[in-house]
């Protein structure tokens, strides 16, 4: 059967040609507090902030918090001394992680094209959806918070026009509008770039605006009305982009292609400096479980692997395997990683951490290939698929491919 996207993908295509595509941004409204707040409903209307690892500094506040004056990256014991009455929890990334996937998840429904910008931040292809939802591109918009928050119990602001950069400008916009959605169209872009501080656009930081307003420019509209040329040679291609972005003009098309890490990285101290070859096996068979779960989550297998060894006296050694097939295969990864570690290990020295990293990550279908040229590589995949599924049911690190102690 045909799915009602496949004739929106076309149209999209069309449109995308003739320049009046309409883009969402969808942004949860102080995201990891929300989710806090949705495990624990009893936090809801009160100031609440989430802190940075370690409890170092806020960087979540709800909106009691915000109106008492806490701010952004505050360091807690300043903010805990001067707010004593506002509730400061420690972050839980894993969390706030997968409540993303279920907003993005709601996103997927609605649009045939989605790009997860950040954790909370996604844009949505609204181009052609229309005449689908029988609903204007505002309506659509409102239709959408209310679904993320009926279903997934996250408040977000929308911001649509017909380019990511003006999208992200009227989100923020969205975020002081009772109803959370705001709609730069084409005949009010003009009027909204004189309103709009050049700090305020996507992409330009502290540097950028120190450079435009060393060049007397204040505000977007400033910005749209210099030459390319000039652009180009302050700022290079960027600053052409963002002028016609600015402009309306959607030259970053909405991007749905899932950015694969360059590597995974699992590395900790010994806890206690050792010589000892099974405890280093241990503490190295932890991080090429906590690696492989990455591999599986993100649907990934990878075809180098290095092993890293530091010593007391701080040196660092590395050694890299690259295979010809790439693995998710934690039996495998193990296999190579106690291989490179025999031939580095050095009974005489102490060493105080060790790190497992693991690179050349590809998509699984891009290497699905070679499923075919392995005959273990069934028997493989449903031996690690087992693995995630007791793991989902009896909690992280039940199980882990052991090795026997001599
Ligand atoms: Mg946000």
């Given amino acids: 059967m045909r799915h009602p996207f496949d004739e929106i993908k076309k149209q999209i295509d069309n449109v995308a040609m003739s320049n009046k595509n309409v883009v969402a941004l969808v942004d949860c409204d102080s995201f990891f507090v929300s989710c806090e707040q949705r495990v624990n409903p009893k936090l809801k209307n009160l100031p609440v902030c989430v802190l940075s690892n370690r409890d170092g500094c806020v960087i979540a506040r709800s909106k009691e918090a ?21 509730i400061y929890l420690s972050c839980q990334h894993d969390l706030y992680g997968e409540i993303s996937k279920e907003v ?5 429904e609605f649009s045939p094209k989605v790009e997860v910008y950040s954790i909370d931040e996604a844009f949505v292809e609204l181009t052609g959806l229309e005449r689908l939802y029988k609903k204007n591109y505002t309506q659509i918009g409102e239709f959408l918070r209310e679904e993320v928050m009926k279903r997934v119990d996250i408040p977000v602001s929308i911001g649509i026009s017909s380019s ?16 959370g959605v705001y709609r730069i169209h084409k005949k009010d872009i003009i009027n909204v770039l004189e309103k709009t501080d050049i700090s305020e656009i996507w992409g330009i930081g502290k540097n950028l605006t120190l450079m435009f307003h060393k060049n007397g420019i204040l505000n977007a509209y400033e910005l749209v009305t210099q030459t390319d040329i000039w652009l180009n040679s302050k700022i290079g291609i960027r600053g052409l982009e963002m ?23 699992k590395t900790s101290m010994l806890s206690k400096f050792s010589s000892d070859l099974n405890f280093l096996k241990n503490s190295l068979n932890y991080h090429i479980h906590r690696a492989c779960a990455k591999l599986r989550k993100i649907d990934a297998k990878c075809s180098g692997i290095t092993l890293m060894l530091r010593t007391k006296d701080f040196k660092s050694y590395y050694e890299k395997r690259v295979l010809a097939k790439p693995t998710d295969f934690e039996l495998e990864i193990s296999n190579i990683v106690f291989e490179l570690l025999e031939k580095m290990y050095n009974s005489e020295i102490l060493y105080r951490s060790t790190g497992v990293i693991l690179d050349g990550i590809t998509q699984n279908s891009e290497s699905q290939l070679f499923l075919f040229t392995d005959e273990n590589a069934d028997k493989k995949q449903r031996l690690t698929r087992c693995f995630d599924k007791l793991e989902s049911k009896f909690g992280k690190d039940i199980i882990r491919t052991g090795f026997t102690p001599d």
């Fill in 66 to 86: 915000k109106k008492m004056g806490i701010r952004m990256g505050m360091p807690y014991f300043m903010a805990k001394k001067d707010f004593p009455k506002a």
């Fill in 164 to 179: 990511k950069t003006l999208a992200k400008l009227a989100s923020d916009k969205a975020k002081a509008m009772p109803e």
């Fill in 104 to 108: 993005m998840a709601v996103l997927r």
């Fill in 243 to 265: 002028k016609h972005e600015l402009l309306g003009e959607m030259i970053s098309p909405v991007d749905t292609s899932v950015k694969l890490p360059k590597s995974i990285q």
